[in-house]
C-alpha cells in the first residue's frame, strides 16, 4: 500500500468541493508533467492521499483515497496524460502547514519539501503517519 499528495489550488478544486464530491468522488485530472503521470500510473484503489492546498494556504488540509486507477483523461489533447478517480476520507483536525513540515526534522527528505512543485507525490509511510499525527489525525 502506497501513499500519495494531492495538489490542488483551492480558487481551482478546494477540499469542501472534493467533500461536496460524496462517496463518488471526482477526477483529478489536468496533470501535464511525465513524473506525476508516473505516480498516478502507480496509484492503486484503496490507497490514501494527503489533500494539499497549494498557493492559498498551503497546508495538508484532509485524506483522500483512490477509488478509479488510472486512466485517460479527457481534458488532454495530446492523448499522453491521464487521471485517477479519489474521494474525500477525512478532514485534518488541523490543517499541516508546509512550514510545519518544513520545521520538523523527520520530515527533511518529504517531496513537498524537496519538489513543492510537484503536483502529485509519493509520501513515505513514515511521512504518512507523521503528517497525520501532526493533522491530529493518529497514525
Do not use: C
Not at 483536525?93 to 502529485?120: Q, W, Y
Request: net charge neutral.
Amino acid at each position: 500500500m502506497a501513499f500519495w499528495l494531492f495538489k490542488s489550488e483551492p480558487a481551482t478544486w478546494s477540499w469542501d468541493q472534493m467533500v461536496a464530491a460524496g462517496k463518488d468522488g471526482t477526477f483529478w485530472n489536468g496533470v501535464r508533467n511525465h513524473l506525476a503521470k508516473k505516480q498516478l500510473m502507480a496509484m492503486q484503489v484503496g490507497e490514501k492521499g494527503f489533500f494539499y492546498h497549494s498557493n492559498e494556504g498551503k497546508a495538508v488540509v484532509g485524506v483522500v483515497e483512490v477509488i478509479r486507477p488510472y486512466y485517460p483523461d479527457h481534458t488532454d489533447e495530446t492523448g499522453r496524460f491521464g487521471m485517477v478517480d479519489v474521494r474525500a476520507v477525512e478532514p485534518m483536525k488541523v490543517p499541516v502547514t508546509l512550514d510545519a513540515i518544513k520545521a520538523e526534522a523527520a520530515l527533511k527528505d518529504m517531496v513537498l519539501v524537496n519538489n513543492s512543485r510537484l503536483s502529485v507525490q509519493p509520501v513515505s509511510e513514515s511521512e504518512w503517519a507523521l503528517v497525520r499525527a501532526m493533522g491530529g489525525l493518529g497514525a
